[in-house]
């Protein structure tokens, strides 16, 4: 009988200590996300001069990590510098031309590393006052044409590493062994006692 509450002591530890090495491991794993854009996504606006993206966390600011390209209807891109970084906020300043759907790519290396990236579209439909004649650009200010949507180079994109992950599971095996060496000591001390 002694042998049995040794071994499911031992088990109940160890299915302890892997629960907590694994808990730790995916909540540093976790990527940033988008959580609002201005514009917003299929809305209609009559004015612009930036596009404005903020993430649940601060991107990484590596040369060319992050990336905002403007596509008018006339496929020609309306960005006008390279975006900026400001805490969870990055921004491309903006001079729309003609009135249509506009597609927003976007690349940012997440705070854990790791490059994340998307779309959308807004309406661009300016009165007769707010009307401009900017004709765009046949190359994007920042990347290769389509690239905000690929993932950045190898330098940017290991910028942060893994280091949460595996400061996770670093931590994770060391309660596995602590839990393990601690239900061993336990039922040696019993078996002493005998």
Not at 37 to 60: E, G, H, I, Q
Not at 183 to 190: K, S, T
Request: with cysteine.
């Amino acid at each position: 009988m002694r042998i049995r509450t040794r071994l499911t002591a031992l088990a109940a530890a160890l299915g302890v200590g892997v629960v907590l090495a694994t808990a730790g491991a995916s909540a540093a794993s976790a990527h940033d996300t988008l959580e609002q854009t201005d514009p917003a996504a299929n809305s209609t606006v009559k004015t612009l001069d930036a596009v404005t993206l903020t993430f649940s966390a601060d991107p990484l600011g590596a040369d060319g990590a992050a990336v905002i390209q403007v596509i008018g209807p006339d496929k020609k891109y309306y960005e006008t510098a390279c975006p900026d970084l400001n805490g969870p906020a990055v921004s491309s300043p903006v001079t729309p031309g003609a009135a249509g759907t506009y597609e927003v790519l976007w690349r940012v290396v997440s705070s854990d590393g790791h490059p994340i990236s998307g779309s959308y579209t807004f309406t661009y439909a300016p009165d007769g006052s707010t009307a401009t004649t900017t004709t765009g650009s046949a190359a994007p200010k920042c990347g290769p044409a389509g690239s905000a949507t690929t993932a950045p180079d190898a330098p940017a994109a290991t910028a942060g590493g893994d280091s949460g992950l595996w400061i996770g599971l670093g931590i994770g095996t060391v309660v596995l062994v602590g839990v393990g060496v601690g239900a061993w000591a336990l039922a040696r001390g019993r078996k002493n006692e005998d």
